[in-house]
C-alpha cells in the first residue's frame, strides 16, 4: 500500500464548477500538507500549504486537513480552464524527514469551456 | 529571474554514457533536493542537501552522485546510463527543510536510448 493515495482521475468539469481533489495517507508522521499544481512539461508549483487539522483559503481554493481520517482535500471554486493541470498533493513527516516529501500519484484535471 | 533554473531542459544519450545536471536557485534557500519523475507522474525524492551537507539519500543507484559546491548549486551526475533512467528529474530548493513549500525547477527530460 502506498503512504500516498490520489485518484489519478481524469477529471472533466464545466467552466465554473466546484472542483474536490483528495487524497488518503497512511503514515501518521505526516504534520506539513501541500498541494501542487504542475502544468503539462512544467514543474510543480506550490498552490497551498497547511500544518494543522482544519481548512485555509486562498482566493478560489480552499484545502482541508482532518488529521484524524488521513484525508486532505482541495476545492476550487469557479474553475477556469486556466485550471486545467495535474494537482498533486505532497506531505512531510516530522522528525528526522527533513523536508522529504511523499507525493500522491497526481489527479489530471480538465476544466472545459 | 528564474528562481530555480535546471539546465538543460532536454537530454538525449545512449546506454552506457554519463552525463550531468545542473541546478542553481537564487531564492537564497539553505535546502536543495533532487526528484525523479516517472512516465506516470509519479514524484519521488532521491536526494536533499542542507548547506551543502547530505541529509537525504534515498535507495538509488550508486550510478548517481550529486553535488553541491555552495548552497545556491546542486549538480546530479549520471554515470552508465541506462534505459530505466529516463525520466524528467526536478531540483528543487526550500528554506529550510519543513518550511514552506518547495519552489521547483521546470524539470530535465532525460531519454536514454
Known amino acids: 500500500q502506498k503512504e500516498v493515495e490520489q485518484d489519478p482521475g481524469p477529471l472533466s468539469v464545466p467552466e465554473g464548477a466546484i472542483v474536490s481533489l483528495n487524497c488518503t495517507y497512511s503514515?501518521?508522521?505526516?504534520?506539513?500538507f501541500m498541494w501542487y499544481r504542475q502544468y503539462s512539461r512544467k514543474g510543480p508549483e506550490l498552490l497551498m500549504y497547511t500544518y494543522s487539522s482544519g481548512n485555509k483559503e486562498d482566493g478560489r481554493f480552499t484545502a482541508q486537513v482532518d488529521k484524524s481520517s488521513k484525508y486532505i482535500s482541495l476545492f476550487i471554486r469557479d474553475s477556469q480552464p486556466s485550471d486545467s493541470a495535474t494537482y498533486l498533493c505532497?506531505?512531510?513527516?516530522?522528525?528526522?524527514?527533513?523536508?522529504?516529501?511523499?507525493f500522491g500519484q497526481g489527479t489530471i484535471l480538465t476544466v472545459h469551456p | 529571474d528564474t528562481a530555480v533554473s535546471q539546465t538543460p531542459k532536454y537530454l538525449v544519450t545512449q546506454m552506457g554514457n554519463d552525463k550531468s545536471i545542473k541546478c542553481e536557485q537564487n531564492?537564497?534557500?539553505?535546502?536543495m533536493y533532487w526528484y525523479k519523475q516517472d512516465s506516470k507522474k509519479f514524484l519521488k525524492i532521491m536526494f536533499s542537501?542542507?548547506?551543502?551537507?547530505?541529509?537525504i539519500n534515498e535507495t538509488v543507484p550508486n550510478r548517481f552522485s550529486p553535488k553541491s559546491p555552495d548552497k545556491a548549486h546542486l549538480n546530479l551526475h549520471i554515470n552508465s546510463l541506462e534505459l530505466g533512467d529516463s525520466a524528467v528529474y526536478f531540483c528543487?530548493?526550500?528554506?529550510?527543510?519543513?518550511?514552506?513549500?518547495?519552489?521547483f525547477g521546470s524539470g530535465t527530460r532525460l531519454t536514454v536510448v
Open positions: 528543487a530548493s526550500s528554506p529550510r527543510a519543513r518550511v514552506g513549500g518547495y519552489t
Open positions: 542537501y542542507n548547506n551543502k551537507e547530505l541529509i
Open positions: 531564492l537564497g534557500h539553505d535546502t
Open positions: 503514515n501518521s508522521a505526516f504534520q506539513y
Open positions: 505532497a506531505m512531510d513527516g516530522g522528525g528526522t524527514s527533513y523536508g522529504k516529501l511523499t
